[in-house]
């Protein structure tokens, strides 16, 4: 059997922008001659890949099973063939799937977007809240850059330490806990937020509590750091976040920050990524971007902001 390989490309982009017109202002060719490829890879694999709703196309089953298995193949090609070419940020054309936790994305977002953006005007970025429950994603190529709070255990995928936070203590203004300098035993009596995607009442702050003779009473559980923000905003709820990374939330809000009273280990920040990225110049290039606009939250503050923080905390 004899395979033409540029059909694997066509059907990447095919598979990526859902529609012939847009597969084939991506590869700068007619859509009529993507249409005639399209038909040879109908014909190549016996399946329609992308059939038509209404104005829309849509994949098939099968599309929708190979689509990251294709586009593992086409970037891995990729890079066989181009690994000694210099990089050219300005003609760079390529999507970067980032997934970080939502604090994160709410904090660094905007300024990766922008520096993304400016550098390399070709590449799109696919910016994620839900981190996943595993480094399926990352092994399969569906992710490109991800954080997470705890160091990888498998030895392929990649980390790098980007910063370590700390957990303060967010609460609404005119706050009770405000009154007078927080002890031990009066941040175990309020009541409490915490945030978790599953929906978990319990974090490391209750086995810390424990082991001092303390319990508390979680109230709610909220599946984003904006959602806890919001609402102990408008009730006396009290919530522990990471302090770096929802900074800017809370002083956008008005809510005081406090110290937790527990000696708690910082919280470290690290970007993950799979091996075969490793030697992949247009990757290593966004994570140096990633990373040094992650690092940038944990610059010592400066003057306004330490301001606007000691007005906050009074």
Known sequence: MQLDLNLLTALDALLEEGSVAGAAARLHVTSPAMS?????????????????????????????????EVHALVQQAHQLLSA???LDLAALDR?????????????????????VHRQAPGVR????????????????????????????TLPDIRHRLVGRDRLVVAVRPGHPL????MSLESYAAAEHLTVSRRGSLRDPIDDALTARGLE?????????????????????LVVA???????????????????????????????????????????????ETAAETVQALFAPPTASQQALTNRSGQ
């Open 241 to 287: 976040l990471p302090d770096a990374v929802t900074r800017t939330a809370r002083d956008q809000l008005g809510l005081v920050t406090l110290p937790l009273p527990l000696p708690l280990p910082d919280v470290p920040l690290y970007l993950l990524w799979h091996q075969r990225y490793d030697d992949d110049r247009a990757h290593t290039w966004l994570r």
């Open 95 to 115: 999507v970067f799937t980032v997934r970080w936790h939502d604090a994160l994305t709410a904090a660094c977002g905007t300024a990766l977007t922008t520096a």
């Open 178 to 181: 405000t009154e007078s300098p």
């Open 84 to 86: 000694q070419q210099e």
């Open 36 to 68: 005639r490829t399209l038909g040879r890879i109908r014909k190549a694999t016996g399946d329609q890949i992308l059939v038509r709703t209404g104005r829309s196309m849509v994949p098939t089953t099968r599309a929708l099973a190979m689509r990251a």
């Open 125 to 152: 970025l696919r910016l994620s809240a839900e981190p996943g429950t595993d480094d399926a994603e990352l092994r399969r190529g569906e992710i490109d850059l991800e954080s997470s709070s705890r160091r990888p």
């Open 216 to 236: 508390r009473r979680v109230v709610a559980a909220g599946p984003t750091a904006a959602f806890a923000l919001q609402l102990a905003l408008s009730t006396d």
